[in-house]
């Protein structure tokens, strides 16, 4: 799952799914980084690379 907001975050863990973090959408960076998100990140090139990269939760 990947949102900006804290509830994304809740959403993901609450289903058991990986969450992933955006800090460029509605949310603030510490609002997510509370909701400890399994990846975060800053901008958009990060969040394709980690996706067509062989990482993954």
Do not use: W
């Not at 809740?10 to 955006?22: D, H, L, M």
């Amino acid at each position: 799952m990947v949102g900006d907001r804290k509830y994304d975050i809740i959403g993901a863990k609450n289903n058991g799914i990986c969450s992933i973090a955006i800090t460029y959408g509605y949310g603030s960076q510490a609002e997510l980084a509370v909701a400890s998100p399994d990846y975060m990140f800053d901008q958009f090139n990060g969040l394709v690379d980690f996706l067509t990269s062989d990482i993954g939760c």
